[in-house]
């Protein structure tokens, strides 16, 4: 029970001393163990209840949990991954920043206390401080915690890092910390951590983490031990020892005292068990085991824990041995896993020893060590090594090998050296730990202090923030690239630059190893400067130049930086060589310069340079060529090495280092990589031309087209040579998404933006053009300031050079034979000879080889091992077969795969036909190689290459337009047979197909288009349902739409126009409009000569007369010409199967919608409508709606536009349910539902069972109410015609109903007034319960299970009520004919009236009196009381109480009845007439009836058992009845003693809702009313009480209305918005006085904090309501409250203004008053003093004056003022009232020498006055 107690402390009164004692006395550590372990673990399995056993259990439970990992030999040490939250820890604090502590915790593992996880005394006054924005009184976390501090702590969260890593949160919160312990278990002796929550005058408040628990930490004790003149202060950690224990735990008394409490071993006395037991515990152990991985000891008598490997004593390893007694430190508590790891180590067990945060040999952290020895080898932990210089150190298991390898701990034992990186020094376990991983060694950069300023790094960008961008160097080493340094320019829009996962290239700017901060550069200027670095102000030599970039621009000059910190000066005078006025215009923050040193003071720090001299001295430097090359000068060199990206080639003769990218070989981007394969080390290459040189590279190109621009001059050498429209020759740089960089000679890049880039549109930069290909740009912007230009490449506006396209197909090819060449003679292959021998065009004699569906195959003697092809198109119309023998002309060779395409094409076998220059030719593509093509030229079986491309910025963004085999062209031969195509011909080519039109000019599109009106003639091509194709005679094609086709009069019904059309008949026709050629939407008329590629016809003959006028329609105006309900012809045009509606068009540019309900009359059609309506059908329809904006046509194909009542239309079922019935989509956007009643002629058990959603029905419609309409699916309504009388038919008023009459009728609901029944959609009549059935019910409910709603039952009509149209039923089996509602099986007893009941009575009058007054009556009452329409006829010989009875009545059962429902009642009034009342009350046992029913029938049965016929016993059951009549009424007044107790507060709304019916006015009731809701975080219902409340409290009473007002407007304040509070606000003013709601509002600003609200509100308050006093005091007392003395001195100056001059004294007391209290007293006492020098005889101020002086001066400034008031000229009654009061004040304050001068005085004053004050 005392552990339940610790446990689940009841609260409240204090347990007895008596147990205490005895608790104490027993220092059952084991018995407390068990009872806190089954709390802890729910009493888990293996909790024994036996108490002799449990001192053993706990024990037995830990051995078991231990010794299993014992046997398996795994004791290890303590892995991250076992590290779960609440784990108790030792740790050591080893670094300590601004808001977090890094702890070291056992086995090497470190954990993070953040400055929010100290205690919440801290936490509190962290945000107090952080709030009154003055942290001098901070407290930081340097000055609580120190490197090599030990404290206990918990593992509050386990975060995982970004990189996966975990990363352990921890606490010293003692809440979390000292969690398991309770107050009852706190015992003297116990050492607890905590930390100061308050700074008291005699010591400390401590917060050990108990709540009700008060320790207190006296500063002697603190002073004694530390020697320390400094306080503790708030937050600081603290480890104490219990010295007295008070109150139950209530009030502990703590002393500090490190080598005591190092001394005192936690003994068994003081109540630790493993729930509460906590790290830092000496305790006394003994070894239990030893196993060569660590230890298992018992401690304090019934706990066992484990010494892992890392803290036995490294020096007394061998020397332990099983039953030796140590002392041992708690290391560590995981009370989940039963686990409690303990140290040997003499850091932590020997009294007074520090813990060493530092290594004695200095810091080793990131260091390579070679020649280590392992010593042993731990499974599961780690091995230990040796370091050479004999220090040991520990690998962990997971750094004994890379991540991805698979464990081999034997090899790596095997191994005789190792080679570790030294990782980190763990001052817990006091070791190095190592890895000897491969990839961790070899690291580049491991720490911080690794980096040095002026490194060129490789990093990844992690993240981009707002001032810039996190790069990692390594898993653990991040830099900042700040904002300014991410470019050479400030970047707009950093993220298009760079991206998650970029890997980039930075140089170190500066690093602070301490601190871990480190910042980078990527400015391209700092990154590759060759000039030297200034590191420190001694490199900064005078004479110097080196690149600096600007970090703040003055009047006087730049500042700029290098690295490290190293700043200097550049003055006005050394910006420029030309005068600079305003530095700004001229420099921007961070532009990179080059700077000379002028002056530098090192050990100033001053630095004085010039950007002048650097400029000047750096021309003279390139004045000296540095390089015997020049751009633009064309170059021979020699490969020096072969690299991915380019080659390196030394110019010749000079061997001038320079580098020729890949990608700048050739202008042909396919030939590229051909060429750089041909290359090899040592080869010679002509043509180059240097395009770009700096001091580091020089950059080479072969590319023609780059070659060519430069040797013309076509270049611009610098930014200032560039102008808009100069065209420049350049390359692909780099592809963003939001453009390309142009490259040019001289290393000019301009920007092509994505509008820019090509005259088509593109979505995807990436798919227009590759890196580095050749482009042809026009300058469009320049940004003279940032030097940025922007260019475009859109063909459109870029002139090619003339020639340009054959030029560059003749190198081309030039190229690919080079190549061919190379590769032929280095393989010294004759078949690689051969084929590069074979020439486009040549004729081979070969033999099949195979011959398949997708090509044939050849083989030929002379080229042995060659493949020969030919495509399915090159052997069509050919029949091969293996083995014949086939001329074939040869297409393409590639010598690199040894593969020949050829072709057995008659057309292109045959004799070749002679050319003429400039004829034209139709063409064929044959074959398409990359970037060229080979075509032939109509029936001249001539081949030649054209390229694929006839521009260099051509753009192709999909492939259907790039050119296919079998696309034909247009070609002109330029030269017929060029040497340089080896004797093919030259030609010029263009597109035939539509698709690859080049460029279409207005004046070729007005020549082959139609204008509005032409007379056109063709022949019919297609007859489609819908339109008529017409091939037009001028090539072209038209479209005839279905309603252009035959005059609209004539269309019939049913028809289709299109049919009467036969295809290759000719046609005149009119052009009446025009379709896209892509989407074929009818295109709007623009303008009369407005063409169409393909245009709409028409065929009607009255429309082609010249002579008419025929004008062109709109849409909008057709549609402008319908009206709703007219007729109309369409034709049918599409139908869509998801929306279920069918598409029909009158004109070729309208379109209308028909639902499927305005499509179809016949529910049989709705699955399958598409088949009613074919396409191109002529359908007569009504319009139903038409609107032009926005465009809506609907259509209506059943004949009607609208519903009408009486109609007949189709509807769909959209839902269905019981108490409504069916729910009805209707046409033309109606819907209506459909009542039970109106389903059927007769009506069935389930109603609506044979109805599902979607259904089509055909409805009836009776009529519109609200909105919908109500529909019938009656046959009779539906066919009238139907001579079929309905069995069930509809009554549509009482009138139609008789009383007596049988009518069937479906349930609507069943409720205490009885069962509702729907007779028709108007009509619902009720049966009451006793109607309802012939047994009694007690319950409505009964009926409720049995009677579901749509449950069809037969009534009859008992009465009709025509006035208030009642009709009432009865629905039992004597007036039905059907059998009862409710089954016989229930066992309900029967109710009896008439006859029956007669008889009962006649019965009941034959029993004897005594048997009359000794049993009650089983006389019965029903349930509930009927809700009567009119007043009951009562029979003469009824009495009027209806009696129920059980047919198998006797007399044992009579006063214990089997059904619950049948409650007895005494007839204590026989034979008078009774009312009928609810059931469980009587007017003889009124009272009793408070008393549970079977108690009352107990009580009966025994007093009728045990009294059988004597007369005495009877009078003892009456008195008995009394009493229990006098104890429910008792008991009754108690519960409305209860009710009107004021004090109870209510616990539910149903109780606040019964007291406000009784005090409705009651503010304080409604506020509580408010304050339940809020709790259980019910705002809205808050709020809807609130303005209950205002609507319900009488307007009378002011003060309770503003009450509410005044929790509204807190409510909002708290929970709203501003928007709701100020709307709150301006209803409180419209209905209460405003002065109060100002105040009140003010108030709750100022409580909240909300300064400058409040104020806002104040200063509008004294203007508004400058006449009342009371509102200046109230925002002088806010002003001063908020410290702001001065605004009150004003604000009193501006109230004496606005006040009347009466009220100046008082308003002025009243602010004296107010600084007394809230401001300066001294002022308050000067004003005060002014006052009363003017109005010396206000006798009250003086009272007040003295009142204020007492509790705030000093003795000697009050006995003063009592001196001066004493000497007052008042009356002399008022002058004894003062003496008085100085009298009593001496007395309180003063000495018996003073009492008596006051006393002295007043004698003197007395005899001064005579006579007169005596009398007084």
Same mark, same amino acid.
């Given at each position: 029970?005392?552990?339940?107690?610790?446990?689940?402390?009841?609260g409240g009164?204090a347990?007895k001393?008596?147990?205490?004692?005895?608790?104490?006395q027993?220092?059952? /550590?084991?018995? =407390?163990f068990q009872?806190?372990?089954?709390?802890?673990t729910?009493?888990?399995?293996?909790?024994?209840?036996?108490?002799?056993?449990?001192?053993?259990?706990?024990?037995?439970?830990?051995?078991?949990?231990?010794?299993?990992n014992?046997?398996?030999?795994?004791v290890e040490i303590l892995?991250?991954k076992?590290?779960k939250e609440?784990?108790l820890?030792?740790?050591?604090?080893?670094?300590?920043?601004?808001?977090?502590?890094?702890?070291?915790?056992?086995?090497g593992?470190?954990?993070?206390l953040?400055?929010?996880?100290?205690?919440?005394?801290y936490?509190?006054?962290?945000?107090?401080?952080?709030d009154?924005a003055?942290p001098?009184?901070?407290?930081?976390?340097?000055?609580?915690?120190?490197p090599?501090m030990?404290?206990?702590?918990?593992?509050?969260?386990?975060?995982?890092?970004?990189?996966?890593?975990?990363s352990?949160?921890?606490?010293?919160?003692?809440k979390?910390?000292?969690?398991a312990?309770?107050?009852?278990?706190?015992?003297?002796?116990?050492?607890?951590?905590?930390?100061v929550?308050?700074?008291?005058?005699?010591g400390?408040i401590?917060?050990?983490g108990?709540?009700?628990?008060?320790?207190?930490?006296p500063?002697?004790?603190?002073k004694?031990?530390?020697?320390n003149?400094?306080?503790?202060k708030v937050?600081?950690?603290?480890t104490?020892?219990?010295?007295?224990?008070?109150n139950e735990g209530r009030?502990?008394?703590?002393?500090?005292?490190?080598?005591?409490?190092?001394q005192?071993?936690?003994?068994?006395?003081?109540?630790?068990?493993?729930?509460?037991?906590?790290?830092?515990?000496?305790v006394k152990?003994?070894?239990?085991?030893?196993?060569?991985?660590?230890?298992?000891?018992d401690?304090?008598?019934?706990?066992?824990?484990?010494?892992?490997?890392l803290?036995?004593?490294?020096?007394?390893?061998s020397?332990?041995a099983?039953?030796a007694?140590?002392?041992?430190?708690?290391?560590?508590?995981?009370?989940?896993?039963?686990l409690?790891?303990?140290?040997l180590r003499?850091?932590?067990?020997?009294?007074?020893?520090?813990?060493?945060?530092?290594?004695?040999?200095?810091d080793?952290?990131?260091?390579?060590?070679?020649?280590?020895?392992?010593i042993?080898?731990?499974?599961?932990s780690g091995?230990?090594?040796?370091?050479?210089?004999?220090?040991?150190?520990?690998?962990?298991r997971n750094h004994l090998?890379?991540?991805?390898? &698979?464990?081999n701990?034997?090899?790596?034992?095997?191994m005789t050296?190792?080679?570790?990186r030294?990782l980190d020094?763990s001052? #817990?376990?006091?070791?190095?730990?190592v890895?000897?991983?491969?990839?961790?060694?070899?690291k580049?950069?491991?720490r911080?202090?690794?980096?040095e300023?002026g490194?060129?790094?490789?990093?990844?960008?992690?993240?981009l923030l707002?001032?810039?961008?996190?790069?990692?160097?390594?898993?653990?080493?991040r830099g900042?690239v700040?904002r300014?340094?991410l470019?050479?320019?400030l970047?707009?829009?950093?993220?298009?630059?760079?991206?998650?996962g *970029?890997?980039i290239?930075c140089r170190v700017?500066s690093?602070d190893?301490?601190?871990?901060?480190?910042?980078?550069?990527?400015?391209k200027?700092?990154?590759e !400067?060759s000039l030297?670095?200034?590191?420190?102000?001694?490199?900064a030599?005078?004479?110097?130049?080196?690149?600096?970039?600007?970090?703040?621009?003055?009047?006087?000059?730049?500042?700029?930086?290098?690295?490290?910190?190293?700043?200097?000066?550049?003055?006005?005078?050394?910006l420029?060589?030309q005068?600079v006025?305003?530095?700004e215009?001229?420099f921007y /923050?961070?532009?990179?310069?080059?700077?000379k040193?002028?002056q530098?003071d090192?050990d100033?720090?001053?630095?004085?340079l010039?950007?002048?001299?650097?400029?000047?001295?750096?021309?003279?430097?390139?004045?000296?060529?540095?390089?015997?090359?020049?751009?633009?000068?064309?170059?021979e060199?020699?490969?020096l090495?072969?690299?991915?990206?380019?080659?390196?080639v030394?110019?010749?003769?000079?061997?001038?280092?320079?580098?020729?990218p890949?990608?700048?070989?050739s202008d042909h #981007?396919?030939?590229c990589?051909?060429?750089?394969?041909s290359?090899?080390?040592?080869?010679?290459?002509s043509?180059?031309?240097?395009?770009n040189?700096?001091?580091?590279?020089?950059?080479?190109?072969?590319?023609?087209?780059?070659?060519? @621009?430069?040797?013309?001059?076509?270049?611009a050498?610098?930014?200032?040579?560039?102008?808009?429209?100069?065209?420049?020759?350049?390359?692909?740089?780099?592809? *963003?998404?939001?453009?390309v960089?142009?490259?040019?000679p001289?290393?000019?890049?301009?920007?092509?933006?994505?509008?820019? *880039?090509?005259?088509?549109?593109?979505?995807?930069?990436?798919?227009?053009?590759?890196?580095g290909q050749?482009?042809?740009?026009?300058?469009?912007?320049?940004?003279?300031?940032k030097?940025?230009?922007l260019v475009?490449?859109?063909?459109?506006?870029?002139i090619?050079?003339?020639?340009?396209?054959?030029?560059?197909?003749?190198?081309?090819?030039?190229e690919?034979?080079a190549?061919?060449?190379?590769?032929?003679?280095r393989?010294?292959?004759?078949?690689r000879?051969?084929?590069?021998?074979?020439?486009?065009?040549q004729?081979?004699?070969?033999?099949?080889?195979?011959?398949?569906?997708?090509g044939?195959?050849?083989?030929?003697?002379?080229l042995?091992?060659?493949?020969?092809t030919?495509?399915k198109h090159?052997v #069509?119309?050919?029949?091969?077969?293996s083995g014949?023998?086939?001329?074939?002309v040869?297409?393409?060779?590639?010598?690199?795969?040894?593969?020949?395409?050829?072709?057995?094409? !008659?057309?292109?076998?045959?004799?070749?036909?002679?050319?003429a220059?400039?004829?034209?030719?139709p063409?064929m593509v044959q074959h398409?190689?990359?970037?060229?093509?080979?075509v032939?030229?109509g029936?001249?079986?001539?081949?030649?290459?054209?390229?694929?491309?006839?521009?260099?910025?051509?753009?192709?963004?999909s492939?259907?337009?790039k050119?296919?085999?079998?696309?034909?062209?247009? +070609?002109?031969?330029?030269?017929?047979?060029?040497?340089a195509?080896?004797?093919?011909?030259?030609?010029?080519?263009?597109?035939?197909?539509?698709k690859?039109?080049?460029t279409?000019?207005?004046n070729?599109?007005?020549?082959?288009?139609h204008?509005?009106g032409?007379?056109?003639?063709?022949?019919?091509?297609?007859?489609k349902?819908?339109?008529?194709?017409?091939?037009?005679?001028?090539g072209?094609?038209?479209s005839v739409?279905?309603?252009?086709?035959?005059?609209l009069?004539?269309?019939?019904?049913?028809?289709?126009?299109?049919?009467?059309?036969?295809?290759g008949?000719?046609?005149?026709?009119?052009?009446?409009?025009?379709?896209e050629a892509?989407?074929h939407?009818?295109?709007p008329?623009s303008?009369?000569?407005?063409?169409?590629?393909?245009?709409?016809?028409?065929?009607?003959?009255?429309?082609?007369?010249e002579?008419?006028d025929?004008?062109?329609v709109s849409?909008?105006?057709?549609?402008s010409?319908y009206t709703?309900?007219?007729?109309?012809?369409?034709?049918?045009?599409?139908?869509?199967?998801?929306?279920k509606?069918?598409?029909?068009?009158?004109? &070729?540019?309208?379109?209308?919608?028909v639902d499927?309900?305005?499509?179809?009359?016949?529910?049989?059609d709705?699955?399958?409508?598409?088949?009613?309506?074919?396409?191109?059908?002529?359908?007569?329809?009504?319009?139903?709606?038409?609107?032009?904006?926005?465009?809506?046509?609907?259509?209506?194909?059943?004949?009607?536009?609208?519903l009408?009542t009486g109609?007949v239309?189709?509807?769909?079922?959209?839902?269905?349910?019981p108490q409504?019935?069916?729910?009805?989509?209707l046409?033309?956007?109606?819907?209506?539902?459909?009542?039970?009643?109106?389903?059927?002629?007769?009506?069935?058990?389930?109603?609506?069972?044979?109805?599902?959603?979607?259904q089509?029905?055909?409805?009836?419609?009776?009529?519109v109410?609200?909105?919908?309409?109500?529909? @019938?699916?009656?046959?009779s309504?539906?066919n009238?015609?139907?001579t079929k009388?309905?069995?069930?038919?509809?009554v %549509?008023?009482?009138?139609?109903?008789?009383?007596?009459q049988?009518?069937r009728g479906?349930?609507?609901?069943?409720?205490?007034?009885g069962?509702?029944?729907r007779?028709?959609?108007?009509?619902?009549?009720?049966?009451?319960?006793?109607q @309802?059935?012939?047994?009694?019910?007690?319950?409505?409910?009964?009926?409720?299970?049995h009677l579901?709603?749509?449950t069809?039952?037969t009534?009859k009509?008992?009465?009709?009520?025509?006035?208030?149209?009642?009709?009432?039923?009865?629905?039992?089996p004597?007036d039905t004919?059907?059998p009862?509602?409710?089954?016989?099986s229930?066992?309900l007893?029967?109710?009896?009236?008439?006859?029956?009941?007669?008889?009962h009575?006649?019965?009941?009058k034959?029993?004897?009196?005594?048997?009359?007054?000794q049993?009650?009556?089983?006389s019965q009452?029903?349930t509930?009381?009927?809700?009567?329409?009119?007043?009951?006829k009562t029979?003469?010989?009824d009495?009027?109480v209806?009696?129920y009875?059980?047919?198998?009545?006797?007399?044992?059962?009579?006063?214990?009845?089997? !059904?619950?429902?049948?409650?007895q +009642?005494?007839s204590?009034?026989?034979g008078?007439?009774?009312?009928?009342?609810?059931?469980?009350?009587?007017?003889?046992?009124?009272?009793?009836?408070?008393?549970?029913?079977?108690?009352?029938?107990?009580?009966?049965?025994?007093?009728?058992?045990d009294q059988?016929?004597?007369?005495?016993?009877q009078?003892?059951?009456?008195?008995?009845l009394?009493?229990?009549k006098?104890?429910?009424e008792?008991?009754l007044?108690?519960?409305?003693?209860?009710?009107?107790?004021?004090s109870?507060?209510?616990?539910?709304?149903?109780?606040?809702?019964r007291l406000?019916?009784?005090s409705?006015?009651?503010?304080?009731?409604?506020?509580?009313?408010?304050?339940?809701?809020?709790q259980?975080?019910?705002?809205?219902?808050a709020?809807?009480?609130?303005?209950?409340?205002?609507?319900t409290?009488?307007?009378?009473?002011?003060?309770?209305?503003?009450?509410?007002?005044?929790?509204?407007?807190?409510?909002?304040?708290?929970?709203?918005?501003?928007?709701? =509070?100020k709307?709150?606000?301006?209803?409180?003013?419209?209905?209460?006085?405003p002065?109060?709601?100002?105040?009140?509002?003010?108030?709750?600003?100022?409580?909240?904090?909300?300064?400058?609200?409040?104020?806002? %509100?104040?200063?509008?308050m004294?203007?508004?309501f400058?006449?009342?006093?009371?509102v200046?005091?109230?925002?002088?007392?806010f002003?001063?409250?908020?410290?702001?003395?001065?605004?009150?001195s004003?604000l009193?100056?501006?109230? %004496?203004?606005?006040?009347?001059?009466?009220?100046?004294?008082?308003?002025?007391?009243?602010?004296a008053?107010?600084e007394?209290?809230y401001g300066?007293?001294?002022?308050?006492?000067?004003?005060?003093?002014?006052?009363?020098?003017?109005?010396?005889k206000?006798?009250?101020?003086?009272?007040?004056?003295?009142?204020?002086m007492?509790?705030h001066? @000093?003795?000697?400034e009050v006995r003063?003022?009592?001196?001066?008031v004493?000497?007052?000229? /008042?009356? /002399?009654k008022?002058?004894?009232?003062?003496?008085?009061?100085?009298?009593e004040?001496?007395k309180?304050h003063?000495?018996?020498?003073?009492?008596?001068?006051?006393?002295?005085?007043? #004698?003197?004053?007395v005899e001064a006055?005579?006579?007169?004050?005596?009398?007084q």
């Open positions: 029970m005392a552990s339940m107690e610790e446990d689940f402390p009841r009164t347990k001393p008596t147990e205490s004692k005895i608790e104490v027993r220092t059952e /550590v084991d018995n =407390l009872s806190n372990e089954q709390a802890e729910k009493k888990r399995k293996g909790a024994s209840k036996d108490a002799g056993k449990k001192p053993k259990k706990p024990k037995t439970d830990k051995g078991d949990g231990l010794t299993l014992a046997a398996a030999k795994c892995h991250i076992n590290v609440g784990l820890m030792l740790g050591c604090v080893k670094e300590v920043t601004d808001f977090e502590v890094t702890v070291s915790l056992p086995c593992m470190q954990g993070f953040s400055i929010m996880n100290i205690c919440d005394s936490t509190k006054l962290l945000g107090e401080q952080l009154s003055d001098e009184d901070i407290c930081s976390l340097r000055h609580l915690f120190h090599g030990v404290v206990r702590c918990a593992v509050a969260k386990l975060d995982v890092a970004k990189r996966g890593s975990l352990i949160q921890l606490s010293i919160n003692p979390l910390v000292n969690k312990l309770t107050s009852g278990s706190l015992k003297a002796g116990m050492a607890l951590s905590g930390c929550e308050s700074v008291e005058d005699h400390y401590v917060d050990i108990l709540s009700g628990t008060k320790a207190f930490l500063k002697k004790t603190v004694d031990q530390h020697n003149p400094e306080e503790l937050g600081q950690y603290l104490s020892l219990v010295e007295e224990v008070k009030v502990v008394r703590l002393s500090v005292s490190p080598p005591t409490g190092a005192a071993c936690a003994g068994p006395g003081q109540g630790w068990n493993l729930t509460n037991l906590l790290p830092g515990l000496l152990a003994t070894i239990k085991k030893v196993t060569k991985h660590g230890l298992i000891l401690f304090l008598s019934s706990f066992s824990g484990q010494v892992d490997v803290h036995m004593e490294p020096e007394q390893t020397g332990y099983e039953g007694e140590v002392r041992a430190c708690v290391l560590y508590v995981e009370p989940s896993a039963r409690v790891g303990l140290s003499s850091h932590l067990v020997q009294p007074g020893a520090r813990v060493d945060h530092a290594p004695a040999g200095g080793r952290v990131g260091e390579v060590v070679k020649d280590c020895k392992m042993a080898m731990h499974h599961m091995a230990v090594v040796e370091l050479p210089d004999k220090t040991l150190a520990f690998v962990h090998k890379e991540p991805n390898e &698979p464990a701990e034997n090899r790596v034992l095997a050296e190792h080679s570790c030294i020094f001052p #817990m376990d006091q070791i190095h730990f890895s000897l991983r491969k990839s961790v060694i070899e580049r950069f491991y911080y202090q690794d980096l300023a490194q060129v790094v490789e990093g990844t960008v992690s993240i707002d001032h810039g961008m996190v790069v990692h160097l390594s898993d653990h080493i900042l700040p300014t340094h470019s050479d320019i970047l707009k829009n950093p993220e298009k630059k760079y991206v998650v *970029m890997k290239k700017l690093v190893a301490e601190s871990k901060k480190l910042y980078l550069t990527r400015k200027a700092l990154v !400067s030297p670095l200034f590191l420190s102000y001694a490199d030599r005078p004479g110097r130049v080196s690149h600096s970039y600007i970090v703040c621009i003055k009047d006087f000059g730049c500042i700029v930086r290098f690295y490290n910190s190293v700043k200097g000066l550049v003055p006005l005078h050394e420029s060589s005068p006025v305003c530095p215009d001229l /923050v961070g532009q990179v310069l080059k700077a040193v002028l530098c090192p100033k720090a001053k630095m004085v010039s950007f002048k001299a650097a400029v000047e001295g750096g021309t003279e430097e390139a004045a000296k060529p540095q390089f015997d090359c020049e751009v633009g000068k064309r170059l060199a020699k490969v090495k072969k690299s991915v990206n380019g080659l390196e030394a110019i010749l003769p000079d061997e001038i280092r320079a580098v020729l890949t990608m700048h070989l #981007m396919s030939n990589p051909l060429l750089w394969e290359m090899q080390e040592g080869d010679s290459i043509n180059l031309i240097c395009f040189k700096n001091k580091q590279t020089i950059m080479v190109t072969k590319k023609p087209t780059v070659r060519w @621009s430069l040797e013309e001059g076509v270049v050498k610098d930014f200032s040579e560039v102008t808009v429209g100069m065209q420049l020759v350049g390359f692909i740089k780099n592809i *963003m998404s939001y453009g960089f142009v490259e040019f001289y290393g000019l890049v301009g920007l092509a933006p994505k509008s820019a *880039m090509t005259d088509k549109f593109i979505s995807d930069t990436t798919t227009a053009f590759q890196p050749t482009v042809i740009a026009k300058v469009t912007n320049l940004d003279v300031e030097r940025r230009f475009t490449l859109k063909i459109s506006e870029v090619s050079p003339e020639g340009d396209a054959q030029t560059r197909l003749i190198n081309g090819l030039q690919r034979r190549v061919t060449e190379v590769f032929a003679a393989e010294n292959s004759d078949l000879q051969q084929l590069a021998a074979l020439t486009v065009g004729k081979l004699k070969l033999t099949v080889d195979t011959a398949k569906d997708s044939a195959t050849f083989k030929s003697d002379d042995a091992g060659a493949t020969i030919a495509t090159h #069509m119309g050919v029949n091969l077969t014949q023998k086939a001329t074939a040869v297409l393409h060779v590639d010598v690199l795969s040894t593969c020949v395409h050829v072709s057995i094409l !008659s057309k292109l076998v045959a004799k070749k036909k002679s050319l220059e400039g004829s034209k030719y063409a398409v190689s990359k970037d060229f093509a080979i032939s030229l029936d001249t079986a001539q081949l030649t290459v054209i390229q694929t491309g006839s521009h260099l910025n051509e753009v192709f963004l492939e259907s337009e050119l296919k085999a079998g696309m034909s062209l247009s +070609v002109e031969v330029v030269e017929p047979s060029c040497p195509l080896l004797g093919l011909p030259l030609v010029s080519w263009e597109c035939v197909a539509p690859r039109l080049r279409t000019s207005e070729q599109a007005s020549a082959r288009g204008r509005f032409d007379i056109v003639r063709g022949t019919v091509r297609t007859v349902p819908a339109s008529v194709l017409v091939a037009l005679e001028d072209g094609t038209g739409h279905v309603s252009e086709v035959v005059e009069a004539e269309v019939r019904q049913g028809s289709f126009p299109t049919s009467t059309v036969k295809v008949s000719a046609v005149t026709a009119r052009v009446i409009g025009g379709r892509s989407s939407r009818f295109l008329f303008h009369p000569k407005f063409t169409y590629t393909i245009p709409e016809l028409t065929l009607i003959p009255s429309k082609l007369d002579s008419e025929f004008k062109a849409a909008k105006e057709k549609l010409g709703v309900g007219e007729e109309i012809t369409c034709f049918v045009s599409k139908f869509n199967p998801d929306r509606s069918l598409e029909v068009t009158t004109d &070729p540019c309208v379109t209308g919608t499927l309900l305005a499509m179809i009359t016949d529910p049989k709705g699955g399958h409508p598409e088949k009613v309506y074919k396409l191109g059908q002529a359908v007569h329809a009504r319009v139903v709606e038409v609107t032009s904006k926005p465009q809506r046509f609907v259509l209506s194909l059943t004949g009607v536009h609208k009408e109609g239309t189709l509807g769909m079922v959209t839902n269905i349910q409504v019935g069916l729910l009805v989509k046409p033309f956007g109606n819907s209506g539902t459909v009542a039970v009643t109106d389903l059927a002629d007769a009506y069935r058990p389930n109603p609506l069972d044979g109805f599902s959603k979607d089509l029905l055909r409805c009836f419609l009776l009529g109410e609200n909105g919908k309409w109500q529909l @019938s699916l009656r046959p309504r539906l009238p015609q139907q009388p309905a069995k069930d038919p509809e %549509l008023s009482v009138d139609e109903l008789k009383v007596g049988i009518i479906y349930v609507k609901s069943v409720g205490e007034q069962v509702f029944i007779l028709s959609r108007s009509i619902t009549g009720r049966a009451q319960l006793q @309802s059935t012939k047994y009694f019910v007690n319950n409505h409910k009964v009926l409720f299970k579901t709603p749509n069809l039952l009534t009509i008992h009465s009709i009520d025509e006035e208030e149209e009642l009709v009432h039923l009865s629905l039992l004597g004919g059907k009862d509602v409710l089954p016989e229930l066992g007893p029967l109710r009896l009236i008439g006859e029956e009941k007669k008889e009575d006649s019965k009941k034959k029993r004897s009196a005594s048997e009359s007054e049993k009650p009556a089983e009452v029903p509930k009381k009927k809700k009567k329409t009119k007043k009951a029979d003469d010989s009495s009027g209806e009696v009875f059980r047919e198998e009545e006797d007399k044992g059962d009579q006063e214990e009845p089997k !059904s619950e429902s049948v409650k +009642v005494a204590g009034s026989a008078r007439s009774r009312l009928q009342v609810a059931a469980g009350f009587s007017w003889d046992v009124h009272l009793s009836s408070l008393k549970p029913a079977s108690t009352a029938q107990e009580g009966d049965s025994s007093d009728g058992e059988d016929g004597s007369s005495k016993p009078k003892k059951s009456r008195r008995e009394q009493q229990e006098k104890a429910a008792k008991a007044v108690q519960r409305e003693s209860e009710l009107m107790d004021p109870l507060r209510p616990q539910d709304a149903a109780a606040f809702e406000l019916l009784a409705p006015d009651s503010s304080l009731l409604w506020l509580q009313y408010m304050a339940h809701h809020l259980a975080t019910q705002i809205e219902q709020r809807a009480v609130a303005e209950r409340a205002l609507k409290i009488s307007f009378r009473e002011e003060q309770e209305k503003l009450n509410v007002w005044v929790a509204l407007l807190n409510l909002e304040n708290m929970y709203g918005t501003e928007e709701s =509070l709307k709150v606000f301006e209803r409180a003013l419209q209905f209460c006085e002065t109060p709601v100002y105040q009140q509002l003010a108030d709750i600003y100022a409580k909240c904090d909300k300064t400058k609200e409040a104020e806002g %509100l104040y200063k509008t004294v203007k508004r400058r006449q009342n006093k009371a200046w005091l109230s925002y002088g007392t002003l001063l409250q908020q410290g702001q003395s001065d605004g009150a004003a009193l100056q501006r109230a %004496l203004k606005s006040l009347p001059s009466k009220e100046s004294v008082d308003v002025i007391a009243k602010f008053q107010l007394f209290r300066d007293s001294e002022k308050g006492r000067t004003m005060f003093d002014k006052v009363l020098t003017s109005y010396p206000r006798t009250d101020l003086w009272s007040v004056f003295i009142d204020l007492v509790k001066g @000093s003795q000697k003063a003022l009592f001196d001066r004493i000497h007052l000229s /008042v009356s /002399v008022k002058i004894k009232f003062f003496f008085k009061r100085y009298l004040y001496e309180k003063g000495t018996p020498q003073s009492i008596q001068a006051v006393k002295e005085k007043a #004698m003197e004053f006055k005579g006579t007169e004050a005596s009398n």
